[in-house]
């Protein structure tokens, strides 16, 4: 594939599909560009070259799971920044609040299964977690009163 091919691949993304556009940008003849961009796009390594460069940019935009860790962990820590807009309406950056931190920590908990149950099983469900908590508070509490009530 000529440069001036590559070009017009580029050319082809950037101006959303239009072929004649596409040509022009890539220094083809004005006169014959529409004819010149058809004629590209029928070529099997003109268009497997605009679906990989397509494919790059769809992976540049997409963030994989180590990127989300990372993110996380980043938050978790305290090492990350949000832009906060104080009351003179002056934005700032800060660090991440604890709220965020929090959440961030519970999201890598569940991703890692580090809810777990009694028999080792992992927690699914954060509410689940939330119930059992409370059932086994209240329960306590109740064999706490009955052995008061018995003294």
Same mark, same amino acid.
């Given at each position: 594939?000529? +440069?001036?091919q590559?070009t017009?691949?580029d &050319?082809? =993304?950037?101006s959303?599909g239009?072929s004649?556009?596409?040509?022009? /940008?890539?220094g !083809? /003849?004005p006169?014959?560009?529409?004819?010149? %961009? &058809?004629?590209? $796009?029928?070529?099997?390594?003109?268009?497997?070259?605009? @679906?990989e460069? $397509?494919?790059?940019l769809e /992976?540049?935009r997409i *963030?994989? *799971?180590?990127?989300?860790?990372?993110?996380l962990?980043? =938050?978790?820590r305290?090492? &990350?920044? +949000?832009?906060?807009v104080?009351? /003179? @309406?002056? =934005? =700032?950056?800060?660090?991440?609040g604890?709220?965020?931190?929090?959440?961030?920590?519970?999201? $890598?908990c569940?991703i !890692? %299964? $580090?809810?777990?149950?009694?028999d080792? +099983?992992?927690?699914?469900?954060?509410a689940?977690l !939330?119930?059992?908590t409370?059932?086994?508070?209240? +329960?306590?509490?109740?064999?706490? %009163?009955?052995k008061?009530? %018995?003294?």
């Open positions: 594939m000529t +440069e001036r590559k017009f691949c &050319s082809y =993304i950037l959303n239009n004649a556009a596409a040509a022009r /940008s890539a !083809y /003849s006169n014959g560009a529409k004819v010149t %961009g &058809s004629r590209l $796009l029928a070529r099997d390594d003109v268009r497997n070259a605009i @679906g460069r $397509l494919s790059e /992976s540049e *963030a994989d *799971a180590r990127e989300i860790l990372e993110t962990t980043a =938050i978790m305290g090492n &990350s920044q +949000e832009e906060v104080v009351p /003179s @309406g002056k =934005i =700032i950056r800060v660090k991440v604890c709220a965020n931190r929090l959440k961030a920590a519970e999201i $890598l569940k !890692y %299964g $580090l809810f777990k149950r009694a080792d +099983e992992p927690k699914t469900d954060v689940e !939330y119930v059992d409370l059932t086994a508070i209240w +329960e306590k509490q109740s064999d706490e %009163g009955k008061a009530q %018995g003294d």
